[in-house]
């Protein structure tokens, strides 16, 4: 008996009926009739050698549940790692709006029959303008490190100048994908690191002077910094950096901005970040989101590399309507000729992150900022009290701060494989990164972690460190 | 009654809430989620914790937020949610050249609910999260099989970024045999904007070429504009048009005999999954979007992922860390340094690549197969009966039979009636379906629009969305204001100003809407 062909409940017109009609209709006797116009000699003569197919849907939820469930995580485990991405709390219904099928199968359609998707990000451009006190955002980036990679590239085509200045503790990682966009098979951009003081983590700002000339097209900062410490003297590096005729583009955590102030306040001219902090899960580092935020002025906006949409109205008086703003500028708009390129980024996270800032207000953001201030100092202090172990860098930070461990004579390495075994991911390991530092690690503390978690790592890390 | 039986036209009216914007429900004093805060003992130890700040770093003025009550912020964006058109609630055969096929709830529950891949932290260590790494691993062994080429990355967050990726490798490949003569790339006008524009921005001079009469790119042209300074060509096949161009070969063979790198824009590579590979064709990188191609959702443009494919010798340029395996565990290399480093944070969007391999693990081979031999027959089943259509015209290839997607014009519907493809575009949402992708810039088919009925969409789907397109045309002409005044049963009606390029009326936030107009 021949074997009744399978009918896919994701490719519907494998009905057979259906698809001989079909073919019919298109005059064909043999649907690979359809691919006359590839060349024999070009086409795949082969099966595709690919596992056997778990057809039916329970099979394959039980298959990935079981994949899945070897990985450890932070609803089993305490988790203290930071470095980019941090674990923060996502409110209930931020995961179900970032869950609504129509957004989350919505594309590029336009502003009437998805005026909800364009509504919701020009809310997300607006209540970032608010935490950044600036007033212009486009549409999201890929991550943070793409962002920095953007603003300093839009300092370079505002001023004409082909090198940038980037702090000493820049993350590494964010400086590798710096690296690779400043790059240019014709005229590169120059990357000059500012070196930095090994006991505060401060910028050396005779080393900023010395380098900061008038072929500087902007000064980087990460404010807080890759170690955790705001930079004190960001207000003076400002005045430096514009004085040179340079952008001044800040780095900043946005969760922080409800208790710490605004970068454009203290002389940002561009404020860039991540806002995976925002109301989106760590998801092994599939919740990054970007953002570049700068004042009402064309010299910026112009600038500007993704999407913008800006409020309108439209034919029925009074109603909100949406439309592109300066199209010509985009690679969609320009090909070649657009600012550098753009495509599909982060849209579902930056309407997440709307939601969690409209739930959250301005007291929300001030009582989470608070608490993480306040739970991380308290872990700092507990953790210096541990003998051997030392806080480095005597510097006020956010939430992350250098652990170090060479007083113990254990490595990094060492107390992170002790601390699994009470169930808890330690610090980020600098000790490669930052050798100068010697065995530290970046711990992160965030509003998630309570005073028992954070004396359960006290408890933990001295039993690491004492282990034979 | 539901949808007319005859017409199969539905009486739709999309959800319009005229919905404020979230600053306008602001009750001051009102809280949307309250937060955790620190213990007593805690802020015994350190006190309120923001003190520790210098003056100026201390924020003087909290942010501007709206202060709405829970219930009033979720109802909202549930509001702007329902006046949204996502492939789960209309015919989305509109966003030609996007794959817009269905996303298996499934894999929908599994990524968003799994803490195994939520509550994740991607600086783990790997032992701790073998069970991504080998999705990860054996998602690029599926793609090696699909594409013939040698390794992969899933670094790059969207189709731009992977080739952005791909105009890089080409860059630090040069650069590694000290050749920087190297300065320019070659493309063509049907191939999406970013294989143009991400070679300019890593530093090339970008040459496009049009495409001939009968639609391909000119391969004279291109022969011509090779040189010792070509560093490689950038282009896709089947284009935009859905012509699938049978020279590609002599493209590739020619690009490569002056020293040129071939990469391959397969985006879309749905109509030819199991039946061409970038391999036999000659390309030394290529890349698909998992998000299209490989059914994870495009989430209102992202998350993404591009997934880069190399040949060999292309290999140690390849972003860092890469996934590999020695039999036992799968680890993360980071020990590449001819590597162009990184383009993204971490090791990308792993929701998506996880739901790429759910979706293939479900199909195996023969289904892959079996879903672009579906979406070749839709489409050419869509395109008999949309030529049948008054006022349409198909460009370039006559007689030859189209992939996955066609581009229309409405040349002669504009002539006729004066009723172009923005008009017809604008009424399209009155039936329920959503808005159609028109084309890139410049318009080189006039009045374009461009369809892919992908193998997600059944033989009703299309007759049903053919038919909406018949109405509309014999709607313009018999009354082509009509059309132009549309859409009238859609979210929000027609913008004033659908493109705005005055100063004075750039609105990008409330803040700047606020002080521009005053407050209202």
């Known amino acids: 008996m021949q074997q009744e062909p399978l009918v896919y409940p994701y490719i519907p017109n494998t009905v057979p009926e259906i698809k001989a009609q079909m073919m019919q209709e298109v005059g064909i006797s043999d649907v690979m009739q359809l691919y006359e116009e590839i060349p024999e000699n070009l086409k795949f003569h082969q099966e595709m050698k690919l596992p056997s197919p778990l057809?039916?849907?329970?099979?394959?939820?039980?298959?990935?549940?079981?994949?899945?469930?070897?990985?450890?995580?932070?609803?089993?485990h305490l988790c203290f790692l930071g470095a980019g991405c941090a674990q923060h709390y996502a409110p209930a219904v931020c995961d179900e709006i970032a869950n609504r099928g129509e957004f989350l199968t919505a594309y590029v359609g336009e502003s009437m029959g998805d005026h909800g998707k364009w509504q919701a990000f020009f809310e997300y451009c607006s209540l970032m303008a608010e935490m950044t006190d600036m007033e212009i955002l486009s549409i999201p980036m890929y991550d943070g490190f793409q962002a920095a990679s953007s603003s300093l590239r839009m300092a370079n085509r505002i001023n004409d100048r082909y090198k940038v200045l980037v702090p000493g503790t820049i993350n590494p990682d964010m400086l590798m994908v710096i690296k690779n966009y400043l790059h240019s098979a014709t005229r590169p951009i120059e990357i000059v690191s500012v070196n930095w003081d090994k006991n505060t983590g401060l910028m050396d700002l005779n080393d900023l002077k010395a380098k900061l000339g008038n072929d500087v097209a902007a000064v980087l900062l990460e404010n807080p910094s890759y170690l955790g410490f705001f930079e004190s003297q960001a207000q003076e590096i400002g005045n430096l950096t514009r004085q040179a005729g340079a952008e001044f583009v800040v780095y900043t955590d946005p969760i922080s901005l409800g208790v710490v102030e605004a970068p454009a306040n203290y002389g940002a001219t561009i404020t860039c970040g991540d806002f995976h902090t925002l109301g989106l899960h760590m998801g092994a580092g599939g919740c990054q989101g970007g953002f570049i935020a700068t004042h009402d002025d064309m010299k910026y906006i112009a600038e500007f590399k993704d999407l913008m949409f800006g409020l309108t109205e439209t034919t029925a008086k009074g109603e909100y309507g949406f439309g592109e703003v300066l199209y010509e500028r985009t690679s969609y708009g320009s090909r070649d000729k657009g600012k550098e390129f753009t495509g599909t980024s982060t849209g579902?996270?930056?309407?997440?992150?709307?939601?969690?800032?409209?739930?959250?207000?301005?007291?929300?953001?001030?009582?989470?900022?608070?608490?993480?201030?306040?739970?991380?100092?308290?872990?700092?202090?507990?953790?210096?009290?541990?003998p051997g172990v030392q806080v480095r860098l005597n510097t006020p930070f956010f939430k992350e701060f250098v652990v170090n461990f060479d007083m113990t004579g254990k490595t990094v390495a060492q107390v992170n494989k002790g601390l699994l075994q009470y169930k808890i991911f330690g610090g980020k390991d600098l000790s490669q990164e930052f050798s100068e530092l010697g065995q530290s690690a970046l711990f992160c503390v965030t509003e998630v972690h309570t005073k028992e978690d954070l004396d359960k790592l006290a408890y933990a890390i001295q039993g690491a460190v004492s282990q034979a | 009654m539901g949808r007319d039986p005859q017409t199969l036209l539905r009486k739709f009216h999309q959800a319009r809430w005229d919905e404020p914007i979230i600053f306008e429900l602001s009750v001051p004093g009102e809280r949307g989620i309250l937060v955790p805060q620190a213990e007593p003992e805690v802020v015994q130890e350190v006190g309120n914790g923001v003190g520790v700040l210098p003056g100026f770093l201390q924020r003087k003025k909290a942010p501007a937020l709206p202060e709405v009550n829970q219930m009033r912020v979720n109802r909202h964006y549930y509001h702007l949610s329902q006046e949204t058109l996502g492939t789960d609630v209309t015919i989305d055969i509109s966003q030609g050249t996007c794959t817009m096929k269905y996303s298996p709830k499934v894999q929908e529950h599994i990524a968003s609910r799994h803490p195994g891949i939520t509550e994740v932290h991607p600086l783990q260590d790997p032992c701790t999260m073998q069970g991504i790494l080998e999705i990860y691993y054996k998602v690029e062994q599926f793609l090696k099989e699909v594409s013939g080429l040698d390794?992969?990355?899933?670094q790059p967050g969207g189709g731009a970024h992977a080739v952005f990726t791909n105009a890089s490798i080409i860059r630090a490949y040069h650069e590694a045999r000290g050749d920087r003569k190297r300065t320019e790339i070659i493309t063509t006008m049907f191939s999406h904007p970013c294989d143009a524009a991400t070679p300019n921005t890593v530093g090339f001079k970008v040459i496009t070429l049009m495409p001939d009469e009968s639609g391909y790119p000119d391969l004279e042209a291109m022969k011509a504009a090779l040189s010792e300074r070509t560093a490689g060509i950038m282009i896709t096949n089947p284009e935009d048009t859905g012509i699938y161009n049978p020279r590609i070969e002599e493209y590739v063979r020619a690009a490569h005999a002056v020293g040129a790198i071939c990469s391959y824009d397969q985006a879309n590579a749905n109509a030819v999954l199991g039946i061409a590979r970038a391999r036999e064709a000659g390309f030394d990188l290529c890349h698909f979007n998992l998000h299209k191609t490989f059914s994870a959702p495009h989430g209102s443009m992202g998350p993404a992922t591009g997934a880069t494919g190399v040949k060999e010798f292309l290999a140690p340029y390849l972003p860092v860390p890469r996934v590999e395996y020695d039999g036992q565990k799968y680890h993360l290399n980071h020990n590449y340094p001819e590597s162009i480093g990184k383009v993204r944070s971490f090791f990308g969007n792993f929701n998506v690549v996880l739901k790429t391999y759910m979706w293939i693990m479900q199909h195996g081979a023969a289904g892959l197969k079996e879903a672009a031999i579906c979406s070749v027959l839709n489409n050419n089943y869509m395109q008999k009966k949309i030529a049948q259509i008054p006022g349409v015209v198909i460009r370039y290839a006559e007689g030859k039979r189209r992939l996955e997607q066609v581009r229309y014009s409405w040349e002669k519907l504009y002539e006729d009636t004066g009723c172009g493809t923005d008009d017809v575009n604008r009424r399209l949402v009155d039936f329920g379906i959503e808005h159609y992708w028109t084309s890139h810039h410049p318009w080189v088919v006039p009045e374009p629009f461009t369809l892919e009925p992908c193998?997600?969409?059944?033989k009703d789907d299309i007759d049903e969305y053919v038919a909406v397109l018949k109405e509309i045309s014999r709607e313009a002409y018999e009354d082509p204001e009509f059309v132009k005044g549309a859409p009238y049963n859609a979210a929000s009606h027609k913008p004033l100003h659908p493109a705005i390029d005055d100063p004075e009326l750039i609105f990008v936030s409330w803040r700047q809407y606020q002080k521009k107009k005053g407050s209202k």
């Open chain 2, 151 to 154: 390794y992969f990355t899933f």
């Open chain 1, 55 to 76: 057809l039916d849907e329970y099979s394959i939820k039980r298959h990935t549940d079981k994949l899945l469930n070897k990985n450890l995580n932070a609803s089993d």
């Open chain 1, 348 to 386: 579902l996270w930056a309407i997440t992150a709307g939601v969690y800032l409209s739930l959250m207000g301005p007291k929300g953001m001030q009582e989470v900022g608070t608490t993480i201030m306040q739970q991380a100092q308290y872990a700092a202090k507990k953790l210096s009290r541990i």
């Open chain 2, 455 to 458: 193998e997600s969409y059944n």
